[in-house]
Nanobody, 125 residues
């Protein structure tokens, strides 16, 4: 059974940083591309960043490019998202998700096989 558990959310000030983690189990982690998505209050689910199954390439939404960094540790079955220079409008529930394919990652397609319960990120002064 697929299990994705996000952690690392919390309160950050505008311009601050947070590092999200996602512990994965129940599937062969290094076989699947992964991504982060977020849902702000009253808005739809937004694709944020994705990484290939082998970690050789990563992609970002234009809104976070240059500030967020996605990474993965396939030996530890863990996905990460380093978020710097956070903005108030990035307050959202952040989800770790299994992406359909490397192609879906490279094309930033918001389609996922499975996702976790999410971790809340609140950016406020």
């Amino acid at each position: 059974q697929v299990h994705l558990v996000e952690s690392g959310g919390g309160l950050a000030q505008p311009g601050g940083s947070l590092r999200l983690s996602c512990a994965a189990s129940g599937f062969t982690f290094n076989h699947y591309p992964m991504s982060w998505a977020r849902q702000a209050p009253g808005k739809g689910l937004e694709w944020v960043s994705g990484i290939y199954a082998d970690g050789t390439d990563a992609f970002y939404a234009d809104s976070v490019s240059g500030r967020f960094t996605i990474s993965r540790d396939n030996a530890q079955n863990t996905l990460y998202l380093q978020m710097n220079d956070l903005k108030v409008e990035e307050t959202a529930l952040y989800y770790c998700a299994i992406q359909e394919s490397d192609y879906h990652v490279s094309q930033r397609i918001p389609q996922w096989r499975s996702w976790g319960q999410g971790t809340q990120v609140t950016v406020a002064s």
